[in-house]
Structures are given as structure tokens and as C-alpha cells.
């Protein structure tokens, strides 16, 4: 009953050949050796391509994850949130860099709580003046100087500097005031990741990447000391190198792969060469209907800001529809035998990061074996 | 910081005048005073209609809210999950109705733990003689029959029995088998409760309800007792007086409403007489591009799955639209000013359910104060 509170009603198959199959459903599951292969693979080509790897625990929310990703050398880990990395710090992971600008009252003050701790290297993303004169306000206060790097926008306009102007004098504003330390720039590309096809992937990374080079170059040439260039993501990760701009790649998807990059591989187009290591386990509940089952999985467990889950395994040939918060429409190929009550339905996740941000638990799986659970630690953490 | 661990960070505002307009974001709010007016208002029309309350937990999750639907005369509460029946027969609720079929075997397992606790009335719904033989053999086992109703899927075809000659079968059944009680039928008709036009919602629904009443006639006829018939939702809750069929309501909606809801009373369709009580508090974050502004509120704090939340507060006359995981995309009216860095937008939720689920605290305000924090119990309980 203590497993169940704390690691959820699957515990007690932990290290039980089989137990793969009999999970409580839904369950998200990660592939242990799939996800091993893929930290590996993208710390391969970081180590050959001579770029440091930060990667982004949005994904995967996960101090136990961010630590794999550590120990296979990357220098530290991403957050989209402040509370992410107030997780992230807590467990330990050195290198903690805020991607998203903290700009409010209670996000600075919580900012402050957090610097005030041990850590080994903690940064915040700054888009606008007024934020930085914040920043360094209270880090004087603190007593602490902070650690910022300037967000360029490139081209998405979600957060970050418009231009290579607006860069160029948050940059020299970050150096000249007494709280902060600029520790280099940030541009993350969000549009570009999903353009399907590689070559327009790669024409419309390089022009952004000409503009950020540009700017890295003006800011040194100043006189202005720029060690950290960070960005990319798993769809442009390996488009930099030829450019060698970045000094470091904030890449997140690669661990886990998704919906998305399955039908990539699937219809020819160039996917990135990581496996997919994300699943949920769900089970048909009703058999009523002709020509479909309906399962436990429904828009409480799959986010559907996306595609649509794949099916992965206990029904081949079948499409998955969503059926409402709690269900799942399994349509079955014409003439397929309608799987039983309670038959367990493996898919693939769609859009990884807010699948994973539904679940409290990873159920970490080696071939047909639930060999441990690890909790989603950052889940819902703003 | 106990009170942040266990209420998270805005604990500190707690009763502090003008503290909702302080509030860490993106924080989900209840209007205290707007939820409890909707809740008397439907124990008003219950109580005049002379039928009973059986509210839906799925949409709130909340064992707090709950307890108010209870003391304003609900006999119990409906869940959707197993795990949210776990958390509200914890918590004391009475009458926890289990409204979806639970059919595996770590499911039964689990719900013969929940039956053999103390309780006052636990039930589950049943659609299969396959699934109903199961639980009978569990509860016969644990030495204690188990109360369940057959479901009819009234024409929505995701779970519940296909027609009247199935749901005769199956209640006989019930009736039949040692290690179940039969307590009644279900029909809910999820397809029906967003139909935007009256009169089409209350044809088609009075035409489901014709098809329920020759079913439990026929069933009372053959001196099988049917106490309860459950059914309805929001968007139905008023129709069934006029046909007399069900003796309670699972109405879920009604405590919170949601922008569904909210243009069905702007644009002049006939909306459920309720009050709009759940909102997202969000705050601009960047301030770098031409015509909007970005906020802390993406796709990981608002459901995806139906509309795109309305701006409600702070950016009149304002659109959002989703601007990936932790942010949104603020768009304003041509020539108005943009709100400032820091600047809290409220919101009203899309689709209420899953919105909910994504956040771990109500922020419970009444007017300009938070007045408590209330934990979403329940959220992602399986």
C-alpha cells in the first residue's frame, strides 16, 4: 500500500518477467534500452560534432532522465519552467538553464529562493530591459549575481529580442549592470523542428543561423565575452555543425520520439535516427459495437494538440480515435477479429511533452518486463 | 515553505485582500461564490423536479467540491475513473458511482480493495456478461455482493449495452448472479450535451429517453426491481422532467462552465442557467512583437481538445491562441495598447474537464482575494 501511494497501483510488478502485459492501464511506459540507445546516439554525434549538449526536460520531466543525459556528458539541463528547474536543482543536475524569461513578482522572488541555494551553474533567459533591471535588482538584493544569457527570437516571436539591435544592446545593458553576468545568448527555433522535409528544414535553420552568427561575431568583436551559443532541437540538431554556431544544443524530443517522427520514418521522409521509447499501455474496456472496441485511453492520457496515438501493439492494423476524456475508439480493419475485453493496447504517444505532463509515472519496461518506476517529478510544475 | 510544498506557491496569499491579482501563474481559479450559487441553483431545479443528484466528480476532481455538492443535497457523486472513486470514498463522500466499466484484472483487484473498506453505497456500471461474471466472482470472494447498474450506450456507442434486448439480458443477469446486486440502469448521452440548438439537443434527447423508459418498464413489468436510473449532463439536465425517466442527474458541467458554454449565452443560443466560476490566471511574459504579446499560458495549463480559451480579464477585446507548451499567443485589437510585462490576463477555460486535470490547486477566490487553495484531488487518477 506504500508502493501504491508513492509509486502508483503498478509497484508490485517491479522485476516480474511478463509483468509488461499486466500493468494497470493507462500506463505511460518508456522503453528503458531504446531510451539508453537514444542519450547515447545524440551524445555520439554531440562528441564527434564538437558541440556540448544541454538537453530540455520539458519533455521528459524527469530528474532520473536529466541524470542519464548527465552522465552520458551532457553539462547540464534545459527547463521550460521555473519549476522545472526548481525540481531539477533539487535533484542535484548541475547546469540548470531557465529558457522561458521569469518576468513576474513571484517568479523572481521564487527565482532569488532558488539562486540562494547550492548549485553548480543556474541561468535565466532575459528578452526586454525592464526584466533585466529586475533580475539584477533583486540578485543585488540577493547579493548573488545572476547568470543570463540574451533570448534571440529567430523568426518564431514567441519570446526573445525582435532583432540583432535589440540583442546587441540587452547584451551590452546585461555587462554594464551590477547583478547580472551575461553568460552568452540563447535562440531556439520552435518553427523550424516539424517542416517534414529535410532541406527546407535546413535552408531555413542556416539563414537563422547566419543571423545569430552575425551576432555572436559583433558581440565579440566588441570586446564582449559570448561563452555560451545555445539552441537547436531534435528536428535541427544535427544541422548546426556545419555552421558551427551553436556551443551547445538544447534537444529534448530525441529521447523518447513521438507520433510525429514515426510517421517521418514511416512515409520516407527524413526523420531524425532515434527509436521511439514512449508508449501508453491502454485496454479495451467495451466490445459493444461492430467494427470497433473502445479503450481506457482517452484525451485525459494523450494529448491532442497533435496527431492522433499510433497504434504500437494488440491490434494490428487498427486506428485510434479519441472517444472523450477517459476512452479511446480502436477502429478495426475490415475483418479483423475484435480483440477481447481487457486485451492491452500499446501506442505511441502523440506530441510527446504534454502526453508525458498527463502521467505521474514512468513505467520504466525492458523487453516484456516492468523493471522500475520512476515519478514524473516536474509534472504540472510551473 | 511546508505550505508551498503542500498548497504550492501562492499559499502565502491566503486570505490577503487584492491577493488575486498577485498570483503566481498560470494559477486555475474558482470563483467561490460563483460556484456555489451554481451548485444551489441546481439543487433548486432538482429539488423542483423532483429527481435526484448524483454530480459528476470527472469535471472537477475535487473531494472538496464534492463535499458542497453533497451538503447542498446530492445523494453521491459519479466518477469516472476508479481512481477518482478511490479518492472520494477516502475522503467520506457517500454514493460513489463508478460510471465507466472496469474490466481488467488489476482493476477488479482494485476495486474489491475499495469495496471491502468502509462505505456508505459503492457501485459500478456494467455492459458485458463476460465482465459482469468477473465481478461476481470477485465479490463473492471478498464475501460481499457488489452493487452494479447495466449500462445502455444511448446511441453515443463508446461503452454501455447496444440495445434494449442486451440491457434485459444483462440486468437479468445481475439479478440472477450471486455476487451482484442490481441497482439500475445508466444512459448517458455524451454526444448530446453540446448540440448548440435546444430544440435539436431536446428532440433527439426526449427520443433516447423514450427508447430508456420502454427499457425499465419492461424490466419492472418482469418484477425486476430498477430503483435507480442515472443519466443526463449538463447540457440535458432540464430535459427529462417533462419525460419522467430518470430518478437521478450525473450533471458534471454545471459547477464550473466553460467557453463552450460562454458563447452559447453571447451569440444567443439557449446555455444551461449557470455561472461562469472557473478561469486561468496567465501573465504577459514577452513584449518583443508587433500586435500581441506572449503569456505563460500554453498548452500545458489549457485543454486542447475543444475551443481556445476567452480572454476574460486584463486584455479586453483580446483573442489568444495556443503558442506551444508554456506559452500563448495574446492578440489585440488593432490600436489598443499592449498590456505590460508582468500584466496577469485571465481566461476562461476551454473545455473545463481536462483543463482541470492539468492543474494540481484551485485557487479559490471570492471578489479581488484568494480565500484557499483547494487540492485537484484527483487529477490524472486512473
Given at each position: 500500500m506504500?508502493?501504491?501511494?508513492?509509486?502508483?497501483?503498478?509497484?508490485?510488478?517491479?522485476?516480474?518477467?511478463?509483468?509488461?502485459?499486466?500493468?494497470?492501464?493507462?500506463?505511460?511506459?518508456?522503453?528503458?534500452?531504446?531510451?539508453?540507445?537514444?542519450?547515447?546516439?545524440?551524445?555520439?554525434?554531440?562528441?564527434?560534432?564538437?558541440?556540448?549538449?544541454?538537453?530540455?526536460?520539458?519533455?521528459?520531466?524527469?530528474?532520473?532522465?536529466?541524470?542519464?543525459?548527465?552522465?552520458?556528458?551532457?553539462?547540464?539541463?534545459?527547463?521550460?519552467?521555473?519549476?522545472?528547474?526548481?525540481?531539477?536543482?533539487?535533484?542535484?543536475?548541475?547546469?540548470?538553464?531557465?529558457?522561458?524569461?521569469?518576468?513576474?513578482?513571484p517568479?523572481?522572488?521564487?527565482?532569488?529562493?532558488?539562486?540562494?541555494?547550492?548549485h553548480?551553474?543556474?541561468?535565466v533567459?532575459?528578452?526586454h530591459?525592464?526584466?533585466?533591471a529586475?533580475?539584477?535588482?533583486?540578485?543585488?538584493?540577493?547579493?548573488?549575481p545572476?547568470?543570463?544569457?540574451?533570448?534571440?527570437?529567430?523568426?518564431?516571436?514567441?519570446?526573445?529580442?525582435?532583432?540583432?539591435?535589440?540583442?546587441?544592446?540587452?547584451?551590452?545593458?546585461?555587462?554594464?549592470?551590477?547583478?547580472?553576468?551575461?553568460?552568452?545568448?540563447?535562440?531556439?527555433?520552435?518553427?523550424?523542428?516539424?517542416?517534414?522535409?529535410?532541406?527546407?528544414?535546413?535552408?531555413?535553420?542556416?539563414?537563422?543561423?547566419?543571423?545569430?552568427?552575425?551576432?555572436?561575431?559583433?558581440?565579440?568583436?566588441a570586446?564582449?565575452?559570448?561563452?555560451?551559443?545555445?539552441?537547436?532541437?531534435?528536428?535541427?540538431?544535427?544541422?548546426?555543425?556545419?555552421?558551427r554556431?551553436?556551443?551547445?544544443?538544447?534537444?529534448?524530443?530525441y529521447v523518447?520520439?513521438?507520433?510525429?517522427?514515426?510517421?517521418?520514418?514511416?512515409?520516407?521522409?527524413?526523420?531524425?535516427?532515434?527509436?521511439?521509447?514512449?508508449?501508453?499501455?491502454?485496454?479495451?474496456?467495451?466490445?459493444?459495437?461492430?467494427?470497433?472496441?473502445?479503450?481506457?485511453?482517452?484525451?485525459?492520457?494523450?494529448?491532442?494538440?497533435?496527431?492522433?496515438?499510433?497504434?504500437?501493439?494488440?491490434?494490428?492494423?487498427?486506428?485510434?480515435?479519441?472517444?472523450?476524456?477517459?476512452?479511446?475508439?480502436?477502429?478495426?480493419?475490415?475483418?479483423?477479429?475484435?480483440?477481447?475485453?481487457?486485451?492491452?493496447?500499446?501506442?505511441?504517444?502523440?506530441?510527446?511533452?504534454?502526453?508525458?505532463?498527463?502521467?505521474?509515472?514512468?513505467?520504466?519496461?525492458?523487453?516484456?518486463?516492468?523493471?522500475?518506476?520512476?515519478?514524473?517529478?516536474?509534472?504540472?510544475?510551473?
Open positions: 506504500d508502493d501504491m501511494l508513492t509509486l502508483g497501483p503498478n509497484a508490485r510488478f517491479i522485476g516480474k518477467p511478463g509483468s509488461r502485459a499486466a500493468l494497470d492501464t493507462p500506463a505511460l511506459l518508456v522503453d528503458r534500452d531504446a531510451l539508453e540507445r537514444n542519450i547515447a546516439a545524440m551524445a555520439a554525434h554531440a562528441h564527434t560534432a564538437g558541440v556540448a549538449l544541454r538537453p530540455h526536460a520539458k519533455t521528459h520531466k524527469s530528474a532520473r532522465i536529466a541524470q542519464l543525459q548527465v552522465e552520458a556528458g551532457a553539462l547540464g539541463i534545459c527547463c521550460a519552467t521555473l519549476g522545472e528547474a526548481e525540481v531539477m536543482v533539487t535533484a542535484g543536475i548541475p547546469g540548470v538553464h531557465i529558457t522561458s524569461p521569469q518576468v513576474t513578482e517568479k523572481i522572488a521564487r527565482l532569488m529562493m532558488l539562486h540562494a541555494r547550492p553548480e551553474g543556474l541561468s533567459v532575459v528578452d530591459p525592464d526584466n533585466l529586475a533580475l539584477a535588482r533583486a540578485a543585488r538584493q540577493a547579493g548573488k545572476l547568470d543570463v544569457l540574451v533570448d534571440f527570437s529567430a523568426g518564431h516571436g514567441r519570446t526573445g529580442c525582435a532583432d540583432e539591435a535589440a540583442v546587441a544592446a540587452l547584451a551590452r545593458e546585461a555587462v554594464a549592470t551590477d547583478g547580472t553576468i551575461l553568460r552568452g545568448i540563447q535562440s531556439y527555433s520552435g518553427n523550424l523542428q516539424h517542416i517534414s522535409m529535410r532541406d527546407e528544414r535546413r535552408s531555413r535553420a542556416l539563414a537563422q543561423l547566419d543571423r545569430l552568427r552575425g551576432i555572436v561575431a559583433r558581440l565579440r568583436d570586446g564582449i565575452d559570448v561563452p555560451i551559443v545555445s539552441g537547436a532541437g531534435t528536428g535541427t540538431f544535427d544541422l548546426d555543425p556545419e555552421a554556431v551553436f556551443t551547445e544544443l538544447q534537444v529534448g524530443s523518447f520520439m513521438d507520433v510525429d517522427y514515426l510517421r517521418a520514418l514511416k512515409d520516407g521522409r527524413n526523420a531524425p535516427p532515434f527509436e521511439t521509447a514512449l508508449f501508453v499501455a491502454t485496454a479495451v474496456v467495451s466490445v459493444n459495437a461492430q467494427g470497433y472496441a473502445t479503450t481506457d485511453g482517452g484525451l485525459k492520457c494523450f494529448a491532442t494538440d497533435g496527431p492522433v496515438p499510433d497504434v504500437a501493439r494488440g491490434a494490428p492494423g487498427s486506428r485510434y480515435e479519441f472517444f472523450g476524456d477517459e476512452h479511446g475508439k480502436l477502429i478495426l480493419p475490415p475483418g479483423a477479429p475484435r480483440p477481447p475485453l481487457g486485451a492491452m493496447i500499446e501506442c505511441v504517444t502523440p506530441h510527446c511533452d504534454p502526453t508525458v505532463n498527463l502521467h505521474d509515472f514512468y513505467h520504466v519496461v525492458s523487453g516484456d518486463a516492468l523493471v522500475d518506476i520512476w515519478p514524473v517529478d516536474a509534472r504540472g510544475k510551473r
